[in-house]
């Protein structure tokens, strides 16, 4: 009788202690955290590195001898090339779902150029011909942007446009007869034209532990149509009205870089 008492107390002892034994292997096993999800919400700056391209028509007008002469043209269209350097600076707005909106402003470095001969060396060739030419240095953009996310709202992919800013320097030197010229000076004016860019890009999150990190790769077509420029021709023998030069550029950049974002409202 002792013995079948011993025995039944020691298996409820067994019993409760497997029993805690289970229950603290349930207590242990923590729920699942959820990884939050990313937000391209906020406000980012950011550099960026590249290559562009494009094509530069450049004409020059001059004019023959006699009050209302004929135009003296030439014209010479080359393809430039140039690296681009820059930064850029913007806001996005992820709106409900997978959409991102956003505005950014951009600038980069450039050295694009193309040159024409002067007209007036196609009429009096001499030994030290002159040379009409025009250089890009920097580029820029305001544009709006428009995405749609995706892996887990950890990449965007985006299409842009908007205005678009180059600062032109125009190099005109003078040739052989640049005496005719109200002395042998060379003049180098600039001017800041206005066009319009179109653009498409991929940008992702580096790493989940690097949330505010972000980098891209994108191209750009920018359009400047033709605009132009003058410079004084002193010849007494002719008009005396200036003589005209003009460039069309085409500019294409691709690009890749990196953003860090700022802040998030």
Same mark, same amino acid.
């Given at each position: 009788?002792?013995?079948?008492?011993?025995?039944?107390?020691?298996?409820?002892?067994?019993?409760?202690?497997?029993?805690?034994?289970?229950?603290?292997?349930?207590?242990?096993?923590?729920?699942?955290?959820?990884?939050?999800?990313?937000?391209?919400?906020?406000?980012?700056?950011?550099?960026?590195?590249?290559?562009?391209?494009?094509?530069? /028509?450049?004409?020059?007008?001059?004019? #023959?001898?006699?009050?209302?002469?004929?135009?003296?043209?030439?014209? @010479?269209?080359?393809?430039?090339? #140039?690296?681009?350097?820059?930064?850029?600076?913007?806001?996005?707005?992820?709106? #409900?779902?997978?959409?991102?909106?956003?505005?950014?402003?951009?600038?980069?470095?450039?050295?694009?150029?193309?040159?024409?001969?002067?007209?007036?060396?196609?009429?009096?060739?001499?030994?030290?011909?002159?040379?009409?030419?025009?250089?890009?240095?920097?580029?820029? #953009?305001?544009?709006?942007?428009?995405?749609?996310?995706?892996?887990?709202?950890?990449?965007?992919?985006?299409?842009?446009?908007?205005?678009?800013?180059?600062?032109?320097?125009? /190099?005109?030197?003078?040739?052989?007869?640049?005496? !005719?010229? @109200?002395?042998?000076?060379?003049?180098?004016?600039?001017?800041?034209?206005?066009?319009?860019?179109?653009?498409?890009?991929?940008?992702?999150?580096?790493?989940?532990?690097?949330?505010?990190?972000?980098? !891209?790769?994108?191209? @750009?077509?920018?359009? !400047?149509?033709?605009?132009?420029?003058?410079?004084?021709?002193?010849?007494?023998?002719?008009?005396?009205?200036?003589?005209?030069?003009?460039?069309?550029? /085409?500019?294409?950049?691709?690009?890749?870089?990196?953003?860090?974002?700022?802040?998030?409202?």
């Amino acid at each position: 009788m002792k013995t079948r008492i011993l025995l039944a107390a020691v298996s409820q002892i067994a019993l409760v202690v497997a029993g805690g034994a289970d229950a603290a292997d349930i207590q242990l096993k923590a729920p699942r955290i959820a990884a939050p999800v990313y937000s391209w919400t906020g406000c980012y700056v950011g550099a960026h590195v590249g290559f562009g391209w494009g094509r530069h /028509d450049v004409s020059a007008s001059n004019f #023959s001898f006699g009050p209302g002469g004929t135009a003296i043209t030439t014209t @010479n269209g080359l393809d430039s090339g #140039s690296g681009v350097f820059g930064g850029q600076l913007g806001c996005n707005y992820q709106v #409900s779902g997978n959409w991102v909106v956003g505005l950014q402003g951009d600038i980069a470095g450039t050295n694009f150029s193309g040159d024409v001969a002067d007209p007036w060396d196609r009429i009096f060739p001499g030994p030290f011909p002159g040379t009409i030419g025009v250089k890009t240095d920097w580029l820029a #953009s305001i544009t709006a942007r428009l995405g749609i996310t995706a892996w887990d709202n950890r990449a965007l992919f985006y299409v842009k446009g908007g205005a678009a800013f180059e600062n032109n320097r125009w /190099d005109f030197t003078r040739s052989s007869y640049c005496i !005719f010229y @109200n002395g042998c000076r060379d003049t180098n004016p600039q001017e800041v034209r206005v066009g319009w860019t179109v653009g498409a890009g991929f940008e992702w999150v580096l790493s989940p532990s690097l949330p505010n990190w972000t980098a !891209f790769t994108e191209y @750009n077509y920018y359009n !400047f149509g033709r605009d132009g420029s003058s410079y004084p021709v002193a010849l007494t023998f002719i008009d005396a009205r200036d003589a005209l030069a003009s460039a069309r550029q /085409d500019t294409h950049t691709v690009k890749v870089g990196v953003n860090y974002k700022l802040f998030t409202p």
